[in-house]
T-cell receptor, first 111, second 112 residues
Framework: DAGITQSPRHKVTETGTPVTLRCHQT?????MYWYRQDPGHGLRLIHY???????DKGEVSDGYSVSRSKTEDFLLTLESATSSQTSVYFC??????????FGEGSRLTVL | GENVEQHPSTLSVQEGDSAVIKCTYS??????FPWYKQELGKRPQLIID?????GEKKDQRIAVTLNKTAKHFSLHITETQPEDSAVYFC???????????FGQGTRLTINP
């Protein structure tokens, strides 16, 4: 599992509330990613990080922010959750040769 | 930016037959092409990958072929088994960045 854990694994929240998802890795990988998975859309990149305090936007970054204050933790925040953000969120790390390994996923439902 | 198209979206084959899933990409500078398998309720897992300096790679019953001129690559599964039923995703690297763009996925069903 490449030492990746996500929390929470399941969350139900209401529209307008803030939500933070946490990704924790134990193998000191430089690159970390947040993807969302929706039917018919595959896996779409939200944000990624290439080091502590170094982050960049992906293809669907609107409404999301990220932070990486330590190598092992990459946080995804929805400042004000909307129903369109109901999804399964996957954290991933990349090895030095480019292989991507995913966490177990976090299922978020916004009512 | 990079765009990856994957076909078909669903595929149903008889157990023992072969399955082929195809992907095209737009960025000629892409040089890494992995395939992921996702079982129901599980995370996507890397099953095979290919880099632009080779045309084909095999691992037991699965193989991937790459045609850089035409900008397409394919996953081939032979002697399919019920445990091959899953959603498969292709991906392509983004030039100059350690990022992947994924196709939309193919739901493969193996019929006994």
């Amino acid at each position: 599992d490449a030492g990746i854990t996500q929390s929470p694994r399941h969350k139900v929240t209401e529209t307008g509330t803030p939500v933070t998802l946490r990704c924790h890795q134990t193998e000191n990988h430089r690159y970390m990613y947040w993807y969302r998975q929706d039917p018919g859309h595959g896996l779409r990149l939200i944000h990624y990080s290439y080091g502590v305090k170094d982050t960049d936007k992906g293809e669907v970054s609107d409404g999301y922010s990220v932070s990486r204050s330590k190598t092992e933790d990459f946080l995804l925040t929805l400042e004000s959750a909307t129903s369109s953000q109901t999804s399964v969120y996957f954290c991933a790390i990349s090895t030095t040769t480019g292989e991507l390994f995913f966490g177990e996923g976090s299922r978020l439902t916004v009512l | 930016g990079e765009n990856v198209e994957q076909h078909p979206s669903t595929l149903s084959v008889q157990e023992g037959d072969s399955a082929v899933i195809k992907c095209t990409y737009s960025d000629s500078a892409s040089n890494y092409f992995p395939w992921y398998k996702q079982e129901l309720g599980k995370r996507p897992q890397l099953i095979i990958d290919i880099r632009s300096n080779v045309g084909e790679k095999k691992d037991q019953r699965i193989a991937v072929t790459l045609n850089k001129t035409a900008k397409h690559f394919s996953l081939h599964i032979t002697e399919t088994q019920p445990e091959d039923s899953a959603v498969y995703f292709c991906a392509a690297s983004i030039q100059g960045a350690q990022k992947l763009v994924f196709g939309q996925g193919t739901r493969l069903t193996i019929n006994p």
